[in-house]
């Protein structure tokens, strides 16, 4: 019982610091950083933040296990953080969120693929009415923002795929692996590139600073608690979420999400219409489906 409950703590309280995320990436793009800058500040945020208070458990990596390691950092962080980066600056943080609620159906859907799960048809009528939701949800954005282009939704997607690719990765190849050393092994390898995309993006500080709004936080403030507890802290915690729990359970995280940043939405006026919203209770709708025994 103790285990059941705290996966379901540990569930909420991703869904809140992820859901969080989107506004603080858009704190730090209004606040003068491209998506690139952001995206390498904060991988280098968390590199150091866990290389700092737990660096030592790069020793206890099996060499076996590095290749998996390098793998899941790509695909659950490198490529994930960027995506999102470049899409938030075309699209909203509630639309942003809500279409990363198709990683629980691309868990299952590579899962079966590559990982031995197995498809039902109401798993499949669930991915098709997740699929409606999503064209919905895009066309209301596109139609009350006419001057962003949306085909940046596509970068989402393929993140949601890249996440479900990492959570069947991880609960095959490392389930034996402590989430910490799993976490600090994806961020040590991911340091040196984002430093290399900060060199050649440019590293301003007084540029940024002079375009930040109207609350005289230095941007990188937001990108620096991004980084450490939106992505360090979190990483670590959903990776034993992925341990004591199954696949399709941890990316159900996902669902919760959109929740948390459409509030987010609400408060900083990124403004949400009813087609957005009927298009996220379709989303969720598909994924009720899919996943109910």
Known sequence: MGNKNSKWFILLIL?????SSFILMKKGLDGGMNAYQLGAYR?????A??????????????????????LAGLLGNFF?????????????????????????????IIGSIFFGLTFSRKQILGLLIG?????LL??????????????????????SWCYASNINLVKKYLSDVSPLAITVGNFAFLLLPAIGILLYNGFDFQTIHQVADGYNIYPLFYVAILGIVGTGLANIYFYRLIQMSSPIFASNVTYLIPV????W?????????LLQVAGTVIILFGVYITNRK
Do not use: D, H, M, R
């Not at 737990?54 to 998996?68: P, Q, R, V, W």
């Not at 953080?81 to 198709?102: D, V």
């Not at 948390?260 to 509030?263: D, F, Q, R």
């Not at 939405?265 to 219409?273: K, Q």
């Open 138 to 159: 895009v066309y209301a954005g596109a139609s009350g923002n006419p001057s962003k282009n949306y085909w940046y939704a596509l970068l989402v997607i393929v993140a």
């Open 49 to 70: 933040f866990l290389l700092l208070i737990a660096g030592k458990e790069l020793f206890k990596i099996n060499s076996t296990k590095i290749k998996y390691i390098f």
């Open 131 to 135: 699929i409606a939701g999503c064209l």
């Open 265 to 273: 939405s609400v408060i900083f006026n990124e403004g949400v219409t």
């Open 260 to 263: 948390v940043a459409t509030i």
């Open 15 to 19: 869904a809140v610091v992820w859901g």
């Open 43 to 47: 991988i280098i945020f968390t590199s």
């Open 80 to 108: 994930p953080i960027f995506l999102f980066a470049l899409a938030q600056t075309q699209i909203s943080s509630s639309i942003s969120s809500t279409l990363n609620s198709f990683t629980p159906l691309n868990t299952l």
